[in-house]
């Protein structure tokens, strides 16, 4: 069974504004991680956030931890073309138990 | 490039017919995981070893499933007896201890 539940499930926005993106997940976490997939580079780790920090940024990202309603969101700034891809919320606990993801599409 | 390879790409094959696929990690990762991806999903997680030893296999690892990882480094996925519902992306990922892991390009297979 899948532990996060992102929303939307898709999500197209113009290029320069700003994306967000949701996760919920329905037990406890040490961490939650976020992941980039587009079909030309694989799933790729963006960002990690541990169950004690509730905001961290990484460059046009930032990533926002509330416990107590088990969610997060992913911010993504400036969106450009590149950004184009699904994105998955996963918790980490040796394995990661990923989410659906929310497909992103950036218009020109 | 020293990231985790994946091989092969693609795979075809028919019903029935047994499919290896082959992880290398990322050298000095011990852990190194398998995961499976259908469309529209994400990745499920179906086993992971830590050095050679298999530490945890999910139910979703059927009979027909096999995963080695013999000297601790490279790491091999068999199916046995393939069926259509075996297609899918199949992941590889990597990485040192508990810290982040590093994703292969993936094998995608059509059991046809």
Redesign the interface.
Same mark, same amino acid.
């Given at each position: 069974s899948?532990q !996060?539940e992102e929303d939307p499930q898709a999500l197209s926005i113009q290029e320069g504004e700003n994306a967000t993106m949701n996760c919920s997940y329905k037990t406890s976490i040490n961490n939650l991680?976020w992941?980039r997939q587009n079909s030309g580079r694989? @799933?790729?780790?963006l960002i @990690?956030i541990r169950s004690n920090e509730r905001e961290k940024h990484s460059g046009r990202l930032r990533v926002t931890l509330d416990t107590s309603k088990k969610s997060s969101s992913l911010l993504i700034t400036a969106s450009r073309a590149a950004d184009t891809a699904s994105y998955?919320c !996963?918790n980490?606990d040796?394995?990661?138990?990923? !989410?659906?993801?929310t497909r992103l599409h950036i218009l020109p | 490039d020293t990231g985790v390879s994946q091989n092969p790409r693609h795979k075809i094959t028919k019903r029935g017919q047994n499919v290896t696929f082959r992880c290398d990690p990322i050298s000095e990762h011990n852990r190194l &995981?398998w &995961?499976r991806q259908t469309l /529209?999903? /994400? %990745?499920? $997680?179906l086993t &992971?070893f830590q050095n050679e030893a298999q530490?945890?296999k999910s139910r979703l690892l059927s009979d027909r499933f096999s995963a080695e990882r013999p000297k601790g480094s490279f790491s091999t996925l068999e199916i046995q007896r393939t069926e259509q519902g075996d297609s899918a992306m199949y992941?590889c990922?990597s990485s040192l201890d508990?810290w982040?892991? &590093? $994703?292969? %390009?993936?094998t995608r297979l059509t059991v046809t």
């Open positions: 899948q !996060g991680q992941y694989g @799933l790729v780790h @990690l998955f !996963g980490r040796d394995k990661i138990i990923f !989410g659906k993801g | &995981y &995961y /529209g999903q /994400g %990745p499920e $997680f &992971y530490l945890e992941l990922a508990s982040e892991q &590093y $994703f292969g %390009p993936g």
